[in-house]
């Protein structure tokens, strides 16, 4: 089988014309490259190479909106080179799902990706994007991608509140914005979303749970934020002391740090609720 350099070579040798793609569709192929060398021949579980895929990750900058490229399309893009919450940790994650699939190619991350981030995992516009976490969570465990272990969890409790951000926020995203005929579909989305009332581990559970997570396990901060389920995301990790640390891109911190304890991280902000928990398959 041809490496995607190769049959570019062979398809320009013999006149054969390619289709324009915008070089922001995928950025970082030598944050790639370095990662399949360093990984490639791994077969660690999925979720602790998850978790070093992640910690790999630390120190890259924190970029937000790397995935609103255009006001009327939606591409399937990747960008390693600048990571925020959502991408930091589905790009370690599908990174993960490719090197153990035995993929080394850029069209092999991007594979993954669209099967993670899109709804039934098939790329269809915009509001096909799993923009919700527990959406994200639930549609992922359809997919036997992720087993959602919140439910599984002592003190774990139902979410009961409307989702409704976006709908109600349209101009703070760009496609909602340029698209406003989208508005009343992303609104039934989310009615869909909260009507499955999703599970939680409050903050003050969160330490009585941690013995029970492992590296490489996704977390999504729940939030009392009107109309959002999580206000941010990223990845346990299980440092050499066997503490639970909160391995994300941080938007304060303006990279990605190993951060700490996850239930100090879940008491830290007052909007915080507690934690979901999905853990690869």
């Not at 340029?178 to 599970?199: G, Q």
Request: glycine content about 8%.
């Amino acid at each position: 089988m041809l490496t995607r350099r190769e049959f570019l070579w062979v398809a320009l040798a013999a006149g054969v014309p390619l289709a324009r793609s915008d070089s922001r569709d995928f950025v970082g192929e030598e944050v790639f490259g370095r990662l399949v060398a360093r990984f490639g021949k791994g077969r660690a579980p999925i979720g602790l190479l998850t978790g070093e895929i992640g910690v790999a990750f630390l120190g890259t900058p924190y970029v937000g909106s790397t995935l609103e490229l255009y006001d009327d399309r939606e591409t399937c893009c990747v960008n390693l080179a600048g990571l925020d919450c959502v991408t930091f940790y589905e790009l370690s994650l599908c990174l993960a799902r490719m090197i153990r699939a035995g993929g080394s190619e850029p069209q092999d991350l991007v594979r993954q990706v669209e099967l993670v981030r899109y709804r039934g995992g098939k790329l269809d516009g915009y509001l096909s994007r799993l923009h919700y976490t527990s959406d994200w969570i639930a549609d992922n465990v359809a997919k036997k991608v992720v087993e959602n272990l919140t439910p599984k969890l002592p003190g774990a409790v139902r979410m009961d509140k409307s989702f409704d951000f976006m709908s109600t926020h349209p101009s703070a995203y760009r496609q909602l914005r340029a698209n406003p005929s989208w508005v009343p579909t992303m609104a039934a989305i989310e009615r869909e979303i909260a009507a499955r009332k999703p599970w939680y581990v409050p903050n003050a559970q969160v330490g009585s749970i941690e013995p029970r997570l492992q590296t490489g396990d996704i977390v999504g901060i729940a939030t009392k934020a009107p109309g959002l389920d999580c206000s941010h995301t990223g990845l346990v990790y299980v440092d050499e002391r066997g503490v639970r640390r909160f391995l994300n891109a941080s938007s304060v911190r303006h990279e990605v740090v190993l951060g700490e304890r996850l239930s100090d991280y879940a008491a830290k902000y007052s909007k915080n609720l507690g934690v979901m928990i999905a853990r690869p398959l």
